[in-house]
């Protein structure tokens, strides 16, 4: 544990607190073991007495103001809104133009500049598109080219156009090759990476059908049962209050006969819309079957459930289809308040007589069905008239 804050304390102020720049940082941080391997070969070079001191430091320093930069700039935050936030394509630049100049300072150990840009190359692969990459090799074989074109000019022996030459074409040959082998490779990363975003559409599609009912977009039978059990559970083991109502849309039959089946989809979908408006978070909301929804309350008593039903009652009261203004809506709900022990189909059926006790006291509001100090009925019924 105290390592872990340790690790924490010092890589917030390195890395940023922001969870995407921090993930841009760490990727810019990557390309540190090239710089390393590049900077140890240098001074390997310098151990031997191949390279001089200056030369390395020139480049050491160099190497450090690329590297340090990019690393700065990522992580001030600025690049975020950019198409490429780490910046790969610049800093690939910027590293094969140190390998240019590290190739015209290393003597006769330059060949090995060839591997480091063939790095750069492999590395930018995993970010850059296709034509970035096949740009980046060809931009890569002409500061190769570049390069020895101004070693050969400052030799004054003159031998090192016929020695170099072979080595320069191979060069050139290999970095072309590469970058056809990483714009390749790069075709093939970004088709994973969309087959991979259409699997994950499939999937959330496949979850939702399986969740959801298409029509209303509300849970589905199955999943609303998995629902109730779950809280009944929850209820049990701490001795919670939750209620259950039923609803039926009133003369929803009438509707469908009068004015077609697509103005009864729309009618569900308006029910379903201000249900998810004028409910609570917490209340889940599920489609029953056919004008039949069920609301599940957690954590709540009677008359806290009862006065939230009475607010969607009144929003479909005043809900218009603007096709149909003259159309008006209502709903009959019966709802209950689960019992010690109770199951949930014995629930459910108390929940289904109180909405057709509802029905037959006149429709367009909620009864409900105390457990304690129930009327003569054993019911109570709160019978609103509809809007003028």
């Not at 430091?57 to 198409?83: K, Y």
């Not at 740009?135 to 170099?164: E, I």
């Not at 939702?208 to 209820?235: F, P």
């Not at 009068?258 to 249900?275: I, N, Q, W």
Request: proline share 4%; aromatic share 6%.
């Amino acid at each position: 544990m105290k390592a872990l804050n340790w690790f924490h304390a010092i890589s917030g102020p390195l890395l940023g607190r922001d969870l995407r720049v921090r993930r841009h940082t760490l990727l810019v941080l990557t390309s540190l073991p090239t710089y390393l391997a590049s900077l140890g070969m240098i001074w390997y070079l310098v151990h031997l007495n191949e390279v001089s001191h200056d030369v390395a430091r020139g480049l050491t320093l160099a190497s450090m103001f690329s590297f340090f930069g990019f690393i700065l700039v990522v992580r001030s935050g600025l690049t975020q809104a950019w198409s490429d936030p780490v910046l790969t394509l610049p800093h690939a630049m910027v590293s094969l133009f140190l390998c240019g100049a590290a190739y015209v300072l290393l003597g006769e150990h330059r060949v090995n500049v060839l591997v480091l840009m063939a790095q750069t190359i492999v590395v930018a692969m995993l970010r850059l598109r296709p034509r970035q990459v096949l740009g980046l090799g060809v931009a890569a074989a002409l500061m190769l080219v570049a390069a020895f074109s101004l070693v050969n000019w400052l030799d004054t022996g003159g031998g090192v156009l016929s020695r170099g030459a072979p080595h320069l074409v191979v060069g050139c040959a290999s970095l072309l090759l590469l970058s056809l082998v990483a714009k390749w490779v790069s075709d093939i990363r970004i088709e994973i990476s969309l087959q991979a975003k259409d699997l994950r559409k499939a999937v959330l599609t496949v979850r939702q059908m399986a969740t959801l009912d298409q029509l209303t977009g509300l849970l589905n039978r199955r999943v609303m049962l998995d629902t109730l059990e779950s809280e009944r559970q929850l209820a049990e083991r701490h001795g919670t209050q939750w209620c259950v109502a039923l609803i039926d849309l009133d003369h929803f039959k009438q509707v469908n006969d009068r004015h077609g089946h697509p103005t009864g989809d729309a009618v569900l979908k308006g029910f379903a819309e201000l249900a998810r408006a004028h409910l609570r978070a917490v209340d889940q909301v599920g489609r029953w079957g056919g004008e039949e929804f069920l609301v599940m309350f957690p954590k709540t008593q009677l008359n806290e459930a009862h006065a939230s039903l009475e607010r969607l009652r009144k929003a479909l009261n005043a809900w218009r289809l603007p096709d149909h203004p003259m159309l008006q809506m209502s709903f009959s709900a019966g709802l209950v308040q689960a019992e010690p022990d109770e199951t949930l189909d014995h629930m459910v059926e108390r929940a289904d007589k109180t909405m057709y006790q509802a029905k037959a006291s006149g429709r367009n509001r909620s009864v409900w069905a105390p457990l304690f100090s129930p009327g003569a009925d054993g019911l109570g019924i709160m019978p609103p008239a509809l809007p003028s």
